[in-house]
T-cell receptor, first 112, second 112 residues
Framework: EAGVTQFPSHSVIEKGQTVTLRCDPI?????LYWYRRVMGKEIKFLLH????????ESGMPNNRFLAERTGGTYSTLKVQPAELEDSGVYFC??????????FGQGTRLTVV | GENVEQHPSTLSVQEGDSAVIKCTYS??????FPWYKQELGKGPQLIID?????GEKKDQRIAVTLNKTAKHFSLHITETQPEDSAVYFC???????????FGKGTMLLVSP
């Protein structure tokens, strides 16, 4: 069974540019989560989808971040415009039941 | 909201020794406590978890203990091997049981 896959694995962009991260969850998993780890700090929750609906987006840092999950399958996380402090590793996770999350390999975003 | 503290931040042991990582949490309503192992270039991988109705759980060389009264839980790895070297994260679910709050991680180094 394929795991959670994320694209791209790395992205380097200039401040002010736009970047879109993609996550393909495990097939059949209704729950999809985005997390972020800034250098040396804890992994922090960003938001949670149940199918195509946003269940909890309390962790989204500001309105420069937009997440979508059209059709309840894959999800995208867009950062526009990117700032230096957005650098970090963005993880996607999916689960068939709440709490048992399987993570993707992450996208390392560097804003210069 | 939930707050998880994790110690130590780094841990160096000799192959064959035991390693213990400790976490405390703040939300007494938390009921699920997973541990994740993250190897270089990979995403966090669930290695063991424990629910609040259990005090201890073992899986071969790894075990987790939970003290609900004191609100702390620990990961124990026995007979450590070089391939155990990685960053380990503890996590807890808050009262919503839908998102994970992570500790800052422990870098475990096992020397041959």
């Amino acid at each position: 069974e394929a795991g959670v896959t994320q694209f791209p694995s790395h992205s380097v962009i200039e401040k002010g540019q736009t970047v879109t991260l993609r996550c393909d969850p495990i097939s059949g998993h209704d729950n999809l989560y985005w997390y972020r780890r800034v250098m040396g700090k804890e992994i922090k929750f960003l938001l949670h989808f149940v199918k195509e609906s946003k269940q909890d987006e309390s962790g989204m840092p500001n309105n420069r971040f937009l997440a979508e999950r059209t059709g309840g399958t894959y999800s995208t996380l867009k950062v526009q415009p990117a700032e230096l402090e957005d650098s970090g590793v963005y993880f996607c996770a999916s689960s068939p039941t709440q709490g048992e999350a399987f993570f993707g390999q992450g996208t390392r975003l560097t804003v210069v | 909201g939930e707050n998880v503290e994790q110690h130590p931040s780094t841990l160096s042991v000799q192959e064959g020794d035991s390693a213990v990582i400790k976490c405390t949490y703040s939300d007494s309503a938390s009921n699920y406590f997973p541990w994740y192992k993250q190897e270089l270039g990979k995403g966090p991988q669930l290695i063991i978890d424990i629910r609040s109705n259990v005090g201890e759980k073992k899986d071969q060389r790894i075990a987790v203990t939970l003290n609900k009264t004191a609100k702390h839980f620990s990961l124990h790895i026995t007979e450590t091997q070089p391939e155990d070297s990685a960053v380990y994260f503890c996590a807890a679910t808050g009262s919503g049981y839908s998102t994970l709050t992570f500790g800052k991680g422990t870098m475990l180094l096992v020397s041959p």
